[in-house]
């Protein structure tokens, strides 16, 4: 059992604190700290946590607590987690871990020196249908992956420090491309070298200095590519959407706006729908499951399950500094527009590139390339001569 400190009560500290009280098991909020004595008193009424502060040190130092988890605004992440691994407590940060690759590799550093334990609390990696998806992937089901497109796009955050381009570290692509990025990194191999991104942004709708749309290319050393789409633009709620598309098959994910679940109403409903509603009434999709939903459950259940048990979680503080490395090539390719290479001072994966695609052999002198049935019954094959390189086609007998 473990009694965590949570920093923040905002929109995450509320998901993450009903995550971990949401069903019988054994951890607990135990503190809270918040800028707000208000929202701090109803916060600990509301979840029954027994100890509230505005003094984030103190919350931190609280002696009961053996777990810090930090949801508070991206400027103040560094700060908690060094507080935190001060403290030789364990610390789990949301996304994104930093504001750059420089700020998350010094927080790298810190929990490391300190040699406490660290989780990277990326919950869209968990989703029970990424889970399963992922499950599929490893085991070969896709073939080689070659292309993930990671899509997250809503009509814009509900706070302020998120649209201030220096607290946050950066527009859409800092707040939502870092969810996009590692969903692609988990398809593709988190042990396959991200190697250089090509992205455009810009401040369509807005009157922010910060990007609020993005779409950006991230290649990896094997070839395959990983393809993040970020708006604060986008009407209708939120959209979040990944592809899988692999040589031997394809997953298609939809975890918001379409989940099975969808009420049209006249009347309206009198409260909150589900993250980034937009209405009351006409079609909603309400989800029945957010915490589920999003993943903060299995998240919290793989952090400290980890913690227990002296492992490494899935996602870790490496992982966020290399997410972070990303969009640092992001921002610069967005200025430079060009491809940016990825720079990553502290590698921990694979050296080679690897992962080349074999060529299918149709006979001894031919390759397939490609075999389809057509509309009047016949197959065809396309070929590729192993010796001469032409490209023919024949039809072939049917079975
Ligand atoms: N899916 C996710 O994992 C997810 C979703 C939303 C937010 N986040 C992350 O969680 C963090 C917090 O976001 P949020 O949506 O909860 O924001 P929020 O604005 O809803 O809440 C922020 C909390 O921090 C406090 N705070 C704000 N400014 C402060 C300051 N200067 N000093 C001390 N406390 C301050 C606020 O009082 C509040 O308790 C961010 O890093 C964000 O990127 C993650």
């Not at 299995?298 to 899935?314: C, E, H, K, S, Y």
Request: glycine share 10%; charged share 25%; hydrophobic share 40%.
């Amino acid at each position: 059992m473990h009694k965590l400190t949570m920093l923040g009560t905002g929109l995450i500290g509320t998901f993450y604190t009903m995550a971990l009280h949401g069903t019988r098991g054994r951890d607990r909020v135990h503190a809270v700290y918040s800028r707000s004595p208000e929202r701090l008193a109803k916060f600990a009424a509301q979840w029954g946590i027994p100890k509230t502060t505005t003094d984030m040190a103190a919350a931190i130092n609280d002696p009961e607590t053996d777990v810090v988890v930090v949801g508070l605004p991206n400027h103040l992440h560094e700060q908690a987690v060094s507080l935190a691994a001060q403290a030789g407590k364990a610390v789990l940060c949301t996304k994104p871990l930093a504001r750059n690759a420089a700020e998350a590799r010094r927080m790298l550093d810190v929990i490391e020196k300190a040699g406490v334990f660290a989780g990277y609390l990326e919950d869209l990696v968990y989703p029970p249908k990424t889970l399963r998806a992922l499950q599929s992937v490893r085991g070969g089901a896709l073939g080689k992956v070659l292309w993930v497109r990671s899509r997250e796009t809503h009509p814009g955050p509900h706070s302020d420090w998120f649209f201030n381009k220096e607290l946050a570290g950066g527009g859409a692509i800092v707040d939502m491309g870092c969810h996009c990025i590692e969903i692609g990194r988990n398809f593709i191999g988190k042990d396959v070298r991200p190697v250089e991104v090509m992205c455009w942004a810009d401040t369509q709708v807005h009157p922010i200095e910060a990007e609020d749309s993005a779409v950006g290319l991230v290649r990896y050393a094997n070839g395959a590519l990983g393809q993040f789409e970020v708006s604060w633009t986008f009407r209708g709620g939120m959209d979040l959407r990944d592809e899988v598309s692999g040589t031997e098959g394809t997953i298609w994910l939809n975890h918001w706006l379409r989940t099975g679940f969808e009420l049209f109403t006249t009347a309206g409903e009198s409260g909150y729908v589900a993250e980034k509603t937009e209405s009351q009434t006409g079609w909603l999709f309400p989800v029945g499951d957010e915490t589920g939903g999003l993943g903060y459950r299995d998240m919290f259940v793989d952090m400290l399950d980890a913690l227990d048990a002296g492992q490494q979680p899935r996602e870790t503080f490496y992982d966020g500094y290399v997410v972070n490395a990303i969009m640092d090539a992001a921002y610069r390719s967005v200025q430079s527009k060009r491809w940016e290479p990825i720079e990553l001072a502290d590698w921990r994966g694979q050296a080679e590139a690897g992962g080349q695609v074999e060529l299918k052999d149709y006979d001894v002198d031919y390759y397939l390339i490609k075999e389809e049935k057509l509309p009047d019954g016949r197959t065809k094959v396309i070929l590729k001569h192993k010796a001469s390189g032409s490209i023919s086609q024949k039809v072939v007998e049917q079975h």
